[in-house]
């Protein structure tokens, strides 16, 4: 039997990532028939206690947080920490004050689908988890989302920025 070291750290970590990205969806397909709607509202519950988490690893990294850049980039980091090195994105920045989180792929989807969950339901997940992660590290700096793979988009694109910048941007003015 190999010893438990020999296995590099890197696998063990893609097989732990590839175990948790199922377990919504092993949830959900067990739980939803039995619970109906209500599932919905007890899972958004579970995410927004994993988003208290993620803020944990967060300020336990001493990640920054001081403007739209550094928040995108820190939530992208916790999420790879989270939910494994399959979760592929990248960080725009669109003005000094606002940035994009560019989500191309996403294993708690793909998983998901694998297992016979829609898209929908992932979808409410990543939400509670993104949007509770991202107000707890910086009140003033909410998120939105743009575009959602869940809904059939190519990319999920999440916005970052100060809701003054956000009036601005709406107004068409800088």
């Given at each position: 039997m190999?010893?438990l070291?020999?296995i590099?750290?890197?696998?063990?970590?893609?097989?732990a990532?590839?175990?948790?990205?199922?377990?919504?969806?092993?949830?959900?397909v067990?739980?939803?028939?039995?619970?109906?709607?209500?599932?919905?509202e007890?899972?958004?519950?579970?995410?927004?206690?994993?988003?208290?988490r993620?803020?944990?690893?967060?300020?336990?990294?001493?990640?920054?947080?001081?403007?739209?850049?550094?928040?995108?980039?820190?939530?992208?980091?916790?999420?790879?920490?989270?939910?494994?090195?399959?979760?592929?994105?990248?960080?725009?920045?669109?003005?000094?004050?606002?940035?994009?989180?560019?989500?191309?792929?996403?294993?708690?989807?793909?998983?998901?689908?694998?297992?016979?969950?829609?898209?929908?339901?992932?979808?409410?997940?990543?939400?509670?988890l993104?949007?509770?992660?991202?107000?707890?590290?910086?009140?003033d700096?909410?998120?939105?989302?743009?575009?959602?793979?869940?809904?059939?988009?190519?990319q999920?694109?999440?916005?970052?920025?100060?809701?003054?910048?956000?009036?601005?941007?709406?107004a068409?003015?800088?």
């Open positions: 190999p010893d070291k020999s590099p750290d890197d696998v063990k970590w893609r097989l990532a590839d175990c948790a990205a199922r377990l919504p969806a092993l949830y959900d067990a739980f939803r028939k039995v619970l109906g709607e209500k599932y919905d007890i899972e958004r519950e579970i995410w927004i206690g994993l988003s208290r993620a803020v944990t690893i967060a300020r336990d990294l001493a990640l920054p947080v001081k403007n739209a850049h550094d928040l995108a980039e820190s939530m992208r980091t916790v999420m790879i920490i989270l939910f494994g090195p399959d979760y592929k994105s990248e960080t725009i920045d669109v003005s000094d004050e606002g940035s994009v989180i560019i989500i191309k792929r996403c294993p708690f989807l793909d998983k998901g689908y694998e297992m016979g969950a829609n898209g929908e339901h992932t979808f409410l997940r990543c939400m509670a993104t949007l509770m992660t991202v107000s707890s590290l910086k009140k700096y909410p998120a939105r989302y743009v575009r959602s793979m869940c809904s059939g988009d190519r999920c694109e999440i916005k970052v920025s100060t809701e003054k910048n956000r009036k601005q941007l709406r068409g003015t800088k």
